[in-house]
């Protein structure tokens, strides 16, 4: 069996995959990131947790160039994330270069937002197409073994609407990987799912982490967490709660406020 992450962009080497020194974010006067510092290592499940309106989502979208940090420093492979550092000034990076930087990461997001005029397969192809140059060939080929990887290989000629909540979202892992991405971030996955397409969309993430890939996970499945992740970081009100891995802290939470949540998603 093809491997779902058998292209995965070489890290630069030696640093962490993510690097976050007190990052802050503000909206207006609304204080969302109050200094958050983390590290996911090349390979690692890092899971997110922590209430609506924590700042799990602004993160994410932060890492992925969808929002620019106040204030801190966030490195992607070993890169200031939308700077370039010259002596002790930054400056901010070109879109072209900030495209190249974002070619690099993938995102699934809790809707799937598949182009609906498109097949599940062109869905797949176009961003390879678009944005790499790469010859339709090439990326119908990707997209075939992508497709398949995802369980889908039978459907690759549906449209999202004749697709269900599941299969549309295993197209859209698919679809960030078409770009061959050497991390990926996911923003509560299954949320939008009926329960009973939870599993086949949280297998195929499962197989993508024994792939190897870097990957951050922001849901509200524990046991998920627990069987896959390899840390997790529980953030409330735009700050860093505790860390440590998914075993230690779901069972043997150390502050008020992550065993307050827990007893709610447990
Ligand atoms: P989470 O994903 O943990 O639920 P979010 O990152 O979505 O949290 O939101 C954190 C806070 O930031 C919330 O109070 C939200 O209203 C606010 N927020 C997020 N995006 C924006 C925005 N574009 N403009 C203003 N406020 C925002
Ligand atoms: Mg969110």
Known sequence: MTSLAKDIAPSTGGQPMVKAEAVHKSFGLSHVLKGIDLEVNPREVFCLVGPSGSGKSTFLRCINHLEKINAGRLYVDGRLVGYRQQGDKLYELKEKEVSAQRR??????????LF???????????????VKRE????????????????????????????LSGGQQQRVAIARALAM????????????????E????????????????????VVTHEMSFAREVGDSLVFMDDGVVVESGHPREVLMNPQHERTKSFLSKVL
């Open 104 to 113: 690099d990461i993938g995102m699934v997001f809790q809707r799937f937002n």
């Open 197 to 216: 397409l939870v599993g086949e969309v949280l297998d195929v993430m499962r197989d993508l982490a024994a792939d190897g890939m870097t990957m951050i």
């Open 180 to 195: 061959q991405p050497k991390l990926m971030l996911f923003d509560e996955p299954t949320s939008a799912l009926d329960p």
């Open 116 to 130: 609906p005029h498109m097949t599940a397969l062109e869905n797949v192809m176009e961003a390879p197409i678009q």
């Open 135 to 162: 010859t339709k060939a090439v990326a119908r080929e990707r997209a075939q073994q992508l497709l398949d990887r995802v369980g889908l290989g039978d459907r690759i000629g549906h449209y999202p609407a004749q």
